[in-house]
Structure formats: C-alpha cells, structure tokens
C-alpha cells in the first residue's frame, strides 16, 4: 500500500470512497471540497493507494492556528487492518512538518463509536462545542 498526496485524477475515486462510507452530505459538495484542498498549500488529500485502487483517504488543512482532518475513509473491503491508523498518522504528520501544533476533527453526532478509534491514536475529547455558521446559503 502506497502513500500519496492525491491530484484531481483520483477526485472521483476519492467521492465515491466518500459516498460508499456515508461521508457526504447534500448540502456539501464533495467534489468542491476536493478541488479546493488540493488547490493551494495549506491543505491536502493523502491517500493508500495499492496500484489504481484508492484505499484510504484524509483531508488535512492548516487553518493558520490549527490543524484539522475530514474527510477520513477507508474502504470498506480493507477496514481492520491498520489503513486508518496509518492514514490519520500520516496527516497528523504532513501537519506537524508544516509547523502546525495541534490536530483537531469533528465527529459527526451518530458516529460516536468513532471516538474510540481516534482515541487509540492518542486524540483525546475537547471540551468544547462546535458553532457553525453558513456563509453561501
Ligand atoms: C473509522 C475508520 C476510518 C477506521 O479505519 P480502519 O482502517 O478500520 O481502522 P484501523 O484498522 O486502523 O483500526 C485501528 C483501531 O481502531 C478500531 N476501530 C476502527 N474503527 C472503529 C470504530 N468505528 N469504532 C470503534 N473502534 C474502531 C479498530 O478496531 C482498531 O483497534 P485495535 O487496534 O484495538 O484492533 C473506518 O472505519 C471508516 O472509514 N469508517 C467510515 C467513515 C468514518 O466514519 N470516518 C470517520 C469520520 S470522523
């Protein structure tokens, strides 16, 4: 299984990774999402892939002040044996080597159990609640 930095070419694959693992949104446009990670520096996709197959997937982005995750699949053929642990390790670290000193990510309220697998790496539950405001209706 190989680590990349995903171009456009894998977009599609990467959406429908996104769709299958119950990832996407209607209000969100994946697609978008995508492009726009992969358009400047501070933010990307990383991905295992084995030959044109895409394994796992994490959006890693540094916001100025902290980093964040989204986007974390993997397959669910290839789930249990270790792609998201290395995965999630591995944006963890394309942050910190861009000086970025916390990683932070949402879980969605239904997938809970979630938690637990974050846990095991090391992420711990902030006390915090999250705000969001729409800004494009
Ligand atoms: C969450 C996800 C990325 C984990 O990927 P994975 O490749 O199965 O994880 P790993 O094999 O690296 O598992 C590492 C550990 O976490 C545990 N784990 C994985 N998913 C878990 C879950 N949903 N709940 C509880 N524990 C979980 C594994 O059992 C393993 O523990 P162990 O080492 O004690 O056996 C994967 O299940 C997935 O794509 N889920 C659907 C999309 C999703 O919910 N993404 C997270 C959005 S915040």
Redesign the pocket.
Known sequence: MELIELSEAWVERAVALWEH???TRPWNDPHADARKALAGPESTILALVQGERLA?TAMAGDDGHRGW?Y??????D???????????EAAAEWLRARGTVKVQ????AG?D??????E??GFERLNVAVLGKRLVP
């Open positions: 693992t119950g990832l796992a995750l986007y974390v699949a993997v397959d669910p290839l789930q249990d044996q270790g792609c998201g642990w290395r995965i999630v990510l949402m879980v969605r997938n159990s979630v938690t637990q697998f974050y095991k790496l």
